[in-house]
C-alpha cells in the first residue's frame, strides 16, 4: 500500500513565525503536490514537484516555498504565517506519465492553525 | 482555478438508497477521475474515467462521463452509513495535475 505522510496532524503557530510542513512518501512517486483545502473551495494546489529540485507554482502559491531534495520528500514552507494561512494543508503523490494525471495519493492532512 | 462543480453541495439519502453525484467542468480534459473524503482526513481515490469511455464500475459505484455535455456522475447504490463523506471530482487538464471542484457532502442516515 502507498503511505503518504505528513509530519504533524495539528499545529498552532504565531502571525510571523516560519512554519515547515514535511510530507514524505514510500512509493517512489515522481510528483508531489501541495493542497489547501478551505471549505466551499474545495482543493486548491499551492505547488507541485514533478522530479528532485524541480517544482512548479501552482493556483496560489503566494506566501509559500517549497523544497524538494530527496525525492520522497516535499517541504511546505510558509515564510511569515498569516492568520489567512489557516487552513486543511494536504499533501499527495502520484505517478508520473504527462502529459497524462494518474491517481494521487493523499496524506491525512495538517490542520494549521495561526493566530 | 475550479474546473469541477459538484452537484448538490450537500445530500441527505436513508441507508440503502442510491446517491447520485454531479460534476460539471468548462475545459477538455485527459481523464476525470472521484474521490472520498471522510471528516478531517486526507483523500481516497475512488475511480478514473478517460475521456475516451462512457461508463465504469467499481463495485457499488457507477460513474458516467459525457464529454459532449462535460459532465460526469458518480452513482452510489445500496449506500451503507460508512458511505457518509465529501466526495470530489477531479479533472486532468493535460497538465501533469488536478483541478478539484467544492466536494458533494453525503449523509447517509441509518
Known amino acids: 500500500d502507498v503511505k503518504v505522510t505528513q509530519s504533524s496532524r495539528y499545529l498552532v503557530k504565531r502571525t510571523g513565525e516560519k512554519v515547515f510542513l514535511e510530507c514524505v512518501q514510500d512509493?517512489?512517486?515522481?510528483?508531489m503536490f501541495w493542497y489547501r483545502q478551505d471549505p466551499g473551495l474545495g482543493l486548491r494546489l499551492i505547488y507541485f514537484?514533478?522530479?528532485?529540485?524541480?517544482?512548479e507554482k501552482g493556483d496560489i502559491p503566494e506566501g509559500y516555498s517549497v523544497s524538494r531534495e530527496k525525492k520522497e520528500r516535499f517541504s511546505l514552507i510558509l515564510e511569515s504565517a498569516s492568520t489567512n494561512q489557516t487552513s486543511m494543508y494536504l499533501c499527495?503523490?502520484?505517478?508520473?506519465?504527462?502529459?497524462?494525471?494518474?491517481?494521487?495519493?493523499f496524506g491525512p492532512g495538517t490542520r494549521l492553525t495561526v493566530t | 482555478s475550479q474546473q469541477g462543480e459538484e452537484d448538490p453541495q450537500a445530500l441527505s439519502i436513508q441507508e440503502g438508497e442510491n446517491a447520485t453525484m454531479n460534476c460539471s467542468y468548462k475545459?477538455?480534459?485527459?481523464?476525470l477521475q472521484w474521490y472520498r473524503q471522510n471528516s478531517g482526513r486526507g483523500l481516497v481515490h475512488l475511480i478514473l474515467?478517460?475521456?475516451?469511455?462512457r461508463e465504469k464500475h467499481s463495485g457499488r459505484l457507477r460513474v458516467t462521463l459525457d464529454t459532449s455535455k462535460k459532465s460526469s456522475s458518480l452513482l452510489i447504490t445500496a449506500s451503507r452509513a460508512a458511505d457518509t463523506a465529501s466526495y470530489f471530482c477531479?479533472?486532468?487538464?493535460?497538465?501533469?495535475?488536478?483541478?478539484f471542484g467544492a466536494g458533494t457532502i453525503l449523509r447517509v442516515k441509518s
Open positions: 499527495a503523490s502520484s505517478f508520473s506519465l504527462a502529459p497524462r494525471s494518474y491517481e494521487q495519493y
Open positions: 474515467i478517460r475521456s475516451n469511455e
Open positions: 477531479a479533472t486532468d487538464q493535460y497538465g501533469n495535475k488536478l483541478v
Open positions: 475545459t477538455s480534459i485527459n481523464n
Open positions: 512509493m517512489d512517486h515522481e510528483n
Open positions: 514537484s514533478y522530479d528532485v529540485k524541480m517544482k
